[in-house]
């Protein structure tokens, strides 16, 4: 969790949301333009339009800024997982126009080549072990909560209250792992396949694991 040093900054108060979205709005730009290593703070406070003192009120470094801006546009990707639709499985027969089978999870990937950089750097061998592990976390409690792990209409999905800490679900973490390793093996050869392909590659896969998790075992 990030500390903010300032004794009267409160995190709630609108002035530090506003500040620190500032921040991390400026170092996610300058990530799309350069590698994190290269980036100072005298590069963020510039782009952010703030001093150095606002900055080392909020952060200790730029990494540590990096992280807390990556964290929090993942909790916001990470939404577009629970709301697979598993309705729509099948792609379509024409390879020159094929129908998104999933938009939803079209969007994930979208997000993510967005942001490859700064994906690939805190996600990749060398990344950082906090947004990792936020990211491993974060995604198996949506798996666990998802429709395309088995809930129905008349089984609605099982409210997390905590997504920090997410029930022992085997088939939700074996998704979480799944969709992630096929998430960071794409950003890290070049994102070479479009978003639209790698949902119609991805989600079949998916819909499989729904299946098994949802079937009873023969006795």
Not at 3 to 10: C, L, Q, Y
Not at 89 to 105: G, M, Q, W
Not at 152 to 177: C, E, L, M, Q, R
Not at 188 to 206: S, Y
């Amino acid at each position: 969790m990030v500390m903010i040093k300032s004794s009267g900054a409160v995190p709630g108060d609108r002035r530090v949301r506003r500040t620190r979205s500032a921040l991390q709005s400026a170092v996610i730009d300058l990530v799309e333009e350069r590698d994190v290593s290269q980036i100072r703070v005298a590069d963020v406070v510039d782009r952010a339009d703030v001093n150095r003192s606002t900055f080392y009120a909020h952060y200790q470094d730029v990494n540590e800024l990096v992280e807390d801006a990556c964290t929090s546009m993942i909790d916001d990707m990470i939404g577009f997982v629970v709301a697979l639709d598993p309705a729509r499985a099948n792609p379509s027969d024409t390879p020159e126009d094929p129908v998104d089978p999933d938009p939803v999870l079209t969007a994930f990937f979208t997000h993510l080549a967005k942001h490859a950089g700064l994906y690939r750097g805190l996600l990749g061998p060398t990344g950082s072990a906090r947004v990792i592990e936020h990211v491993r976390l974060r995604t198996t409690a949506a798996a666990h909560s998802s429709a395309y792990l088995g809930a129905t209409a008349d089984i609605p999905p099982p409210d997390i209250a905590d997504p920090s800490d997410p029930p022992h679900d085997v088939p939700a973490a074996f998704a979480a792992g799944a969709l992630l390793g096929v998430a960071v093996d794409w950003l890290q050869r070049g994102c070479p396949r479009t978003p639209l392909e790698m949902t119609i590659l991805t989600k079949p896969l998916l819909l499989a694991l729904s299946t098994a998790a949802c079937t009873p075992p023969v006795p």
